[in-house]
C-alpha cells in the first residue's frame, strides 16, 4: 500500500511540532548531560567513573541485569511457546499476567518482593531454613529485574511464534525429521532473531531498573549497589559532576543496547522478507 | 474540451515517470489510459486529480488552469482500485461523506443529502444496503459504492485508477459492461486507469496507451487495434507471430523469408521483421498455399473459446513457436488433431519501420 | 492431516503437562505471589487500619499530585503522538527511521538519568540555575520538574502505538477524504481518528499507567516534601521506610489497581481493534 502523500495536509505542521518537542523534552536535556560532563577533566571524569565502589556497581548492575535477561529469555521462550501451542485452563489469565509488569508501578513490585523475600518473609522465611537469602543482596535484584522485563521476550516472541507456519513443521516431519531436529533445526532458527531481540530489550529495562530494585537490593555499597543508585547517591550529596559522569556511562552502555536492538530488528526484517 | 494535459513532467528521483505528456480529453468522453505498470498511467490520473503535482506542464480542466488547485476543489470524482472506504461508516454516510463536509452555506439539508443517497444507491444497485458497513460488502459492491461516493459530489469528471483491478474475472465483467451503460446515461468525462487491453477496448471511447512515460498512440479502440501506431501498441494489444521478411524498398511487396518455398533477399533488399496475430493466420493440412506457407507441428489444441487456439512447432526450425486461431469448423473439417503437421501462412501482416 | 501426523505435530503429553505446570509455577511466583501479598498486607490490621491510611491529608494531596501531573503529562503526550505518528506514517521523508529511532530513546534511558537532566538543567547549579532563581522560578523539587520527568519517561509510548497502527492503514482513505472537499481536520477527525481510536486509547492507558506510576524519574527531581512533591509511588516509598508497612501496601494497592484497571481495558481494547479489523 501506497504510504506517501502529497495531498494530504499538515506535513510540516506536524513534522515540526515532532521535532521541536522531541528536542525540547528528550535531546536538549540528554546534550546537557554531555555538556555537563565535558566541565571535568579527562582525570576528573575517569576518577569518577572507576572509582571502587562505581565500579562494584557496574558488575552488580551487569550482572544481575544480565541474569534477569537469561531467566528471560529461558522462561519467556517456555512461556510463548505454552501460550501459543497449548489450550489448557487460565490460558487467559497467564497472557493478561505477563503484561502486569508494564502496568504495575515498580514500587509496588519493589516493596512486593522485599515483603516476600526478606528473611522474615514469606518466601524468605523458608529459603533462610534452608540458609538461603535473597532479600538484601544480588539475587533479589535478579528476582525484580527478572518480573520488570519479563513481558519482552514473551511479547516478542509471541507473534513469531503465532505467525509460523504449521507448513514448515509438517514439511520436515515428512522429510523424515524427527521432532527434535525440527525444533533445533527449523523451529528455533526461524524464531532466533525475534528472541534475541526481546532478551536484548529485556537486557536494556533490566540495566535502567531503579525503583522496585532500592527496596530489595540493601543497597550495600560494593555488594548490592546498582548504578542508578550511586546515581542518586552522589546526587544527595550535591555531587552534580560525579552523578553526570556515572550516568553518561550508562546511558552510552543503553544507546549500545539500543542500537543492538535496531540492528537486530534490521536483520530479522531482511531475513523474514528473504 | 473537458481535460487538456499540456506537456507534462515529472520525475521520480532519477525515473521519469512522464515524459512530456499531452492529451486532450473531451467533454463527456469516456478514456482509458492503457499502459504496463511503470508507464505512468497512474501518475497521469493523479496529477489530473491533483493529488501529485507536475514538474512541468499544464493541466486545464473545463478550460481553466488547475496547477494551483487543491486537489478538493478540482470537482473530480476519484475511485480508487482498493475503494477507501471509509471502513467506520455505513455505505449511507460513506456515500453522504462528500456532502456533510462541506461548509454550512452550501451543505445541502439533511434531507436533500439523504435523497442523493438513496437516488445514487438505487443507480448502484444497492438500495438496501444502505446500513451495512464495508467489511460485509462483496468486492463488486464495495467499488460501486464507492463509485456512488465519487458521483455524490457531483463531480464535473470521473477518474478511476484501475477500479476493476482487485475484482475477479466474473465480476470484472459485470461491472465493465455495467460502467459502459452507466456512462452512456450520465455522460460524465470520464478517464480511468487499466493495464487489461480487453478492459480498456470493450469500455472507452478513445484508448491512450501508454509506456515508459510516454504515450504511444491516442485514438479509438478500433484504430489502435487495427492500424497500432508502432510496435509496442501492436505488442501490448494482442498475441502475434514473428516472421522475417524482405522487402525491395518501402511500401513495395513483402516477401517471406520463412516460406518452404525460400526466397532468399537479394542484394540491397531490407530485411524486415513481419509480425501477424494469431487470428490472422491461415491453417491448412495441405500445403494448398503454393510453398508460400510454414510447415508446422500441433503441439496442442485449445478448444475453450469462439475460435480453437492452436500452438505450433515450425518443423524446419524447432523450438519457433506459432500461434493460430481458426474456427472450430474449419478444425473439424480438416480433422486436425495433435502431432499432425499442418501448413500455416499469415493473412494479414505488419511491419514496423522502427523495430 | 492424518491423526498420526498431527501427533507429531505436538509434544507428547506428559511434557506438554510438565511445560504447563511450569508455566504456571513460574507466572505464580513472580507476578501472583507479589499482587496477593500487596493485597493481604494491606489489609492484614483489617478494613479500618487500611481506611484510616488511605484518607490520611497527606495520601489525599499525594494523590492530587499525582492525577494533575498525570492530567498534563498525558494529554501533552497524545498532541505529540497524533503529530509524529501524522508526519511519520502519511508522508515519506529524509531521516524518518533516524527520527523514529530518537521517539524511541526515552524506552533505554534509566528513570534515573530521565530526572537527573532536568536537575543539570534546571537546578541550583544548573546552566540556568541562577536565571532561575533570580527570576524566582522553581522547576526543579517543585511541580514543574515532577511534570517535566513524567513527560520524558511516557514520551514514546502514545506514537509508539500510533505509527505502526497508521503506516499498516495506508493513505487511501484520507486521500478519498480529501478528493471529496474535506479540509485537513475534517479529514483527521472523521476519517483517521476513527480507525485509530483503539490503538489510541491503548497508547493513552500505558502512557497513564506509567506517569501514574513512575517512580525513578520523579524521585530524583521531587525532593520528597510531603504534602507539596510527593506523588503516590514516591508516598509509599516513604512509608515503606518508616516502617509503616500497613500504610505502605494500603496505598501501594491503589496503585495495584490501577495496573488492573489497565490490564482490563487493555483487553477490551483489543477485542474491539479485533472486531474492527476481523473480517
Known sequence: ?274 | MGIEVRNIGKQFGAFAALDNISLSINSGELVALLGPSGSGKTTLLRIIAGMESADVGEILLYGAAANNKPAGERNVGFVFQHYALFRHMTVFDNIAFGLTVRPKETRPSKAAIRERVFNLLKMVHLENFHDRYPHQLSGGQRQRVALARALAVEPKMLLLDEPFGALDAKVRQELRRWLRRLHDEIHLTSVFVTHDQEEAMEVADRVVVMSNGRIEQIGTPEEVYHHPANAFVYDFLGNYNEFTGWQENAGSALNLIDYERQTDAPAGAKIVKVFARPHDMDVSKTDTFGGESIAAKVMHINPAGALVKLELERVRNPGLLLQAEISQDAVLAQAIRKSDVVYVRPRATRIFMNS | MNASLKKQLTEPLWLRVVLITLTFLFLAALVGLPIVIVIIEAFSKGWGAYRDALTQPDVISALKLTLLVAAIAVPLNVVFGLAASWAIAKFEFRGKQLLITLIDLPFSVSPVISGLVYILLFGAHSMMGDWLIRHDIQIIFAVPGLVLATIFVTFPFVARELIPLMQEQGVEQEEAAVLLGANGWQTFRRVTLPNIKWGLLYGVLLCNARAMGEFGAVSVVSGHIKGETTTIPLYVEILYNEYNFVAAFAVASLLLLLGFVTLAAKKIVSRQERGQHGH
Open chain 1, 1 to 274: 500500500m501506497k504510504s506517501s502523500s502529497t495531498v494530504l495536509p499538515g506535513f510540516r505542521l506536524t513534522l515540526a511540532f515532532t521535532i521541536l518537542y522531541l528536542l525540547v523534552i528528550v535531546l536538549i536535556p540528554l546534550a546537557g548531560l554531555f555538556v555537563r560532563s565535558a566541565t571535568l577533566s579527562a582525570d576528573e571524569f575517569i576518577a569518577a567513573v572507576s572509582a571502587p565502589r562505581v565500579m562494584a556497581s557496574y558488575r552488580v548492575t551487569f550482572l544481575a541485569a544480565f541474569a534477569a535477561a537469561l531467566i528471560n529469555a529461558v522462561f519467556g521462550f517456555l512461556i510463548a511457546w505454552v501460550l501459543v501451542r497449548y489450550k489448557f485452563a487460565g490460558k487467559k489469565l497467564c497472557d493478561t499476567l505477563i503484561d502486569l509488569p508494564f502496568a504495575l508501578p515498580t514500587a509496588v513490585a519493589g516493596i512486593a518482593m522485599a515483603a516476600l523475600y526478606a528473611p522474615d518473609g514469606w518466601i524468605g522465611k523458608y529459603l533462610a531454613m534452608m540458609g538461603l537469602q535473597i532479600a538484601f543482596n544480588p539475587y533479589g535484584i535478579v528476582v525484580v529485574l527478572a518480573f520488570v522485563s519479563l513481558p519482552f521476550v514473551v511479547r516478542t516472541l509471541q507473534p513469531v511464534l503465532q505467525d509460523l507456519d504449521k507448513d514448515i513443521e509438517e514439511a520436515a516431519l515428512g522429510l523424515g525429521a524427527t521432532r527434535a531436529q525440527t525444533f533445533w533445526r527449523v523451529l528455533l532458527p526461524h524464531v532466533a532473531p525475534a528472541w534475541i531481540t526481546g532478551v536484548t530489550m529485556a537486557l536494556a529495562r533490566a540495566l535502567g531498573e531503579y525503583g522496585s530494585v532500592i527496596f530489595i537490593a540493601g543497597n550495600l555499597p560494593m555488594v548490592s549497589e546498582i548504578v542508578p543508585v550511586i546515581i542518586v547517591s552522589k546526587l544527595e550529596q550535591y555531587d552534580y559532576a560525579g552523578a553526570t559522569a556515572v550516568a553518561l556511562v550508562m546511558l552510552l552502555a543503553s544507546f549500545a543496547l539500543l542500537l543492538l536492538v535496531n540492528v537486530l530488528q534490521g536483520w530479522s526484517a531482511r531475513r523474514m522478507r528473504a
